[in-house]
DNA sequence: CGCTGAAATGGGAACGTTCCCATCCTAGTC
DNA sequence: GACTAGGATGGGAACGTTCCCATTTCAGCG
């Protein structure tokens, strides 16, 4: 059985079965139907004998097509990047496209490393969720005619589409949620938003709201992984006097996360005190009566960005103008906003 | 700026610096200090202006080596694997290779079809944790020269090293310490272990250890998805008489997680009715008295299974036997194993 | 019965690299 | 001052494909 020590390539396998290199190479690149049947068989019989697979690498050389879409996730432990990842993969594969990934952790030297990286494998589409601005770098990539999509989060100068959740009616359903469920006062938590757009949309949403509808609130924005600060200001905000029911919005799942350990740590009763995260997370329907969630339909999410980038590599050469596509969360009402 | 339409060529910088190829070649893999430092400053000035990038393919197919790891996971939203994951990019970058991850979702068809896309982009090493037996694939490839770790999952037949936790320590670690805590009757949750030997391992050693310490208890399999049947499952046990008080072991996280829905569906007061997973999530401190977990040293499994697959990269001369490295895991004891 | 055209097949030149082997130059040696 | 060793540089042949053009064969047809 296996033996050779080194794979096989498309002129052995010609050889071997007696026929020409076109014929192999036409027989692996679903151009069966032009083969005779007898040829077939033998073609298929001398591969399988000698374990040939063709090398991708010669064929995007050649072909000038890698059949690669890459994708830039700023945070693979996030359980949302990881959804929308799934996402993107399940509709790459529906396309004939294999998918590269590459992890960020938030840092912009990673960004620009594993930009190079997929650069350098020519992958013929973007899918970008990223915290700094690689700005530059994709600039010049799109000026290559490399579709690019960024998700989740807008890039300020550079010009592409943009698939995320629709952040001001996320705002607005969990305003008029927590309202509904007779909440007053309202503190929005969310991490520093300098990189990344999201955040500051739904922080500058909230803010607009507060003052249009006359809510009492505030927001504050702090690193997450500074645990005392953060309950510091959680009570802070509930220590202060008030004649209405309070309620804490947690800007993304991380947060939600963050904020849950400090309510516990400070002893606060979900409830009595509200709390509504954005995302939808394994455990929120677990603690205690329930973490009310607003859940962004991820797997939408990431086939759309796959859809829009397909959609640019069909046609090259109308450069369309580059368009937002936004989603609609979903309430998950649950007893932390039940009083 | 930006205008060229197609991506540059190492012909055409050479061109504009008025140097060979060969130079360019040397400058772009590492062998700069064999270039006079004034054909050096030509070169970076005029492939900074071309925004020329080597491609990955030619260099692939010329040299013979992709620089590529890949990675077969069988489910990427599971926070087990992802955190594996992490680790395994972390050690690849830190080596100059790449990572490429292929998710499968439990589905023997995509294992194979994920397995041969990376045979095609000749991947060096490969890190694989899947369910099915794509054994035939694999050991071709292991026939074929291209290490090969196995993740958490012993693969029957395919010869190879094995990173993982180390099941029995793990089974011990979680009998003694409910022991310890006054439990006396048993009941291990599984998925089915048809498809991983690490389920296989703990529920062996599970039984085993039940009857060399003539502890009462019972283990049972089944598919989480059917919540109804689970709850069935645990609602028997915990309704049989008894004389000791009785605790729950989660041979996994995704068991946890679905046995934290059904107690909480039961309405059973964690604590009283012991409760251990195996696997920690973020989460497990969240619930109720808090879930009590072993930990399992994820990043560091990540990073063994790469230099695993390094060192049989550097030797490929002498085959060493294929090995076992075993992580200890690391208990975290909450109250919901405090009575 | 020679002509046309389609279907089946094969040869060879790319694709963008790397790397082996020159070639050229300069400084050091006797 | 010829001789050499070694450093800097360049030319060209691969690597394993695809794809453009042949070339061959043969059925159909006036």
Tied chains: 1, 2.
């Excluded at 509709?91 to 190079?116: I, K, W, Y």
């Excluded at 029911?245 to 799942?253: E, I």
């Excluded at 368009?323 to 932390?336: D, H, K, M, W, Y």
Aim: some cysteine; charged content about 25%; glycine content about 8%.
């Amino acid at each position: 059985m296996a033996d050779s020590p080194r794979r096989a390539t498309i002129l052995e396998v010609a050889r071997d079965a007696g026929v020409s290199k076109t014929s192999v190479s036409r027989y692996f690149s679903g151009e069966r139907d032009r083969l005779s049947p007898d040829m077939q068989r033998r073609i298929a019989s001398s591969a399988g004998r000698l374990g040939y697979r063709p090398n991708q690498m010669a064929r995007g050389l050649k072909a000038g097509r890698s059949r690669l879409i890459g994708m830039l996730v700023a945070d693979i432990r996030n359980p949302f990047s990881v959804a929308v990842m799934h996402g993107v993969e399940q509709a790459c594969r529906a396309h004939g496209f294999s998918l590269m990934v590459c992890n960020t952790d938030n840092d912009p030297a990673q960004e620009r490393d594993h930009l190079a990286l997929l650069t350098a494998y020519r992958v013929e589409g973007l899918v970008v969720n990223v915290t700094g601005r690689p700005g530059h770098e994709l600039e010049a990539l799109a000026a290559q005619d490399t579709p690019l999509v960024l998700l989740d989060r807008a890039l300020g100068d550079v010009e592409a589409d943009m698939v995320g959740l629709d952040n001001d009616q996320a705002i607005d359903t969990a305003l008029d949620h927590l309202r509904a469920q007779g909440y007053g006062e309202l503190l929005c938590v969310s991490e520093p938003t300098e990189q990344a757009s999201s955040r500051q949309q739904r922080l500058g949403r909230f803010r607009e709201r507060l003052d249009a509808d006359g809510l009492q609130g505030e927001a504050c924005c702090l690193a997450l992984d500074d645990a005392p600060a953060l309950e510091r200001a959680i009570a802070g905000f509930l220590d202060r006097p008030s004649h209405a029911p309070k309620a804490l919005l947690c800007a993304n799942g991380n947060v939600t996360l963050a904020v849950t350990r400090a309510l516990q740590a400070l002893d606060v009763t979900l409830g009595e005190t509200g709390l509504l995260g954005i995302d939808e997370l394994d455990w929120c329907a677990l603690v205690a009566p329930g973490i009310t969630t607003l859940a962004q339909p991820t797997e939408a999410i990431g086939r759309a960005a796959v859809d829009s980038l397909l959609q640019r590599l069909a046609a090259p050469e109308r450069p369309a103008p580059s368009r937002q596509i936004l989603f609609t969360p979903e309430l998950n009402a649950r007893g932390s906003t039940r009083r």
